[in-house]
């Protein structure tokens, strides 16, 4: 049986002047003891090629692990057989202060999910709030200080950000991915100071990095004006889902195929830590992707 890449985490990195800092993070994850693709809904699936459970939950492991080094919290949601793609579990919500907005899938394939996860909501005491519109979660909405940017194009429709804007009441811009490749917005761009500090009356840092050739015209320009300072990823980095990445401020996990992206995140004064997830990207999937943000209510967040 074939293993998986070893996790190295290397020492940290002095911090830069500015200062980088760690924030405690909350996750959901589920065990892909069901993977394998038998089904096509994007570029990366291919059903003839064989797959590997056993290295897919091998490889997965080492992610969980490395999030309780850092001191991250990790909850788990139970597969259910016959959702392979149930491990991608930020298409399986978008959480901010408690309430919990539920998915609701394109394609057939992954439709049985979301009873799962809105059930799972509901019994950890979340405010559930069930969509009317198409939606994947928290692969097309990301927050970035408290402003939701939104991702359509492939998956979740231009109705759903209006939806996602009413039910959280927070800014939504919305940006248009044209690469079937980066069919959802968090293979495209990553967060990487997911801090709300204006909310908390502190400065507010919206540092992303994003592929530019993943969205049209208008997406770029909005981007380039609200994110002078972002990180533009060159392709060979974007294409091996480099971008698919989780950050609590300092330390960012990206994939280790993504040597540009790294370089350039550690000249930003970031700590890169790679981990392979080769077994998973067969399913069009990566970090991020594996990744569900749990935000709780703001006064009870916690600094790590």
């Known amino acids: 049986m074939s293993t998986p890449e070893t996790v190295t985490v290397p020492s940290p990195i002095p911090e830069p002047a500015e200062g980088r800092t760690a924030h405690h993070r909350r996750y959901l994850m589920c065990r892909p003891e069901h993977f394998t693709v038998s089904y096509k809904i994007n570029p990366w699936m291919e059903p003839a090629k064989p797959t590997d459970t056993a290295k897919a939950v091998a490889q997965w492991q080492m992610l969980h692990d490395l999030y309780l080094e850092l001191g991250h919290e990790v909850e788990l949601i139970d597969p259910l057989e016959g959702f392979p793609d149930m491990v991608y579990t930020a298409n399986g919500g978008f959480v901010i202060d ?55 194009g492939f998956r979740s429709t231009g109705d759903s950000h209006r939806e996602v804007g009413e039910v959280f009441g927070r800014e939504v811009v919305s940006l248009n991915l044209i690469d079937p490749r980066f069919y959802h917005l968090d293979t495209a761009i990553s967060v990487l100071d997911p801090v709300e500090g204006a909310a908390n009356g502190g400065p507010e840092r919206a540092n992303i990095a994003y592929l530019p050739g993943a969205f049209d015209d208008a997406s770029r320009a909005i981007l380039e004006e609200r994110f002078p300072d972002a990180i533009l990823v060159a392709d060979a980095d974007g294409a091996v889902f480099g ?53 709780a209510a703001r006064d009870s967040e916690v600094d790590a």
Do not use: H, M
């Open 243 to 295: 971008l698919n990445s989780a950050s609590d401020g300092y330390n960012v996990i990206i994939s280790p195929r993504a040597t540009g992206f790294e370089k350039q995140l550690r000249e930003r004064g970031y700590n890169p830590i790679t981990v392979d997830l080769s077994e998973l990207l067969l399913g069009g999937g990566g970090i991020k992707c594996c990744t569900l943000e749990l935000r």
């Open 98 to 152: 408690g309430r919990a907005y539920v998915p609701k899938f394109r394609f057939v394939e992954r439709a049985g999910e979301a009873p799962a996860f809105a059930d799972w909501f509901r019994a950890g005491g979340f405010d559930t709030v069930e969509p009317e519109e198409v939606n994947e979660g928290e692969g097309d909405f990301l927050l970035v200080g408290d402003t939701i940017l939104a991702g359509t």
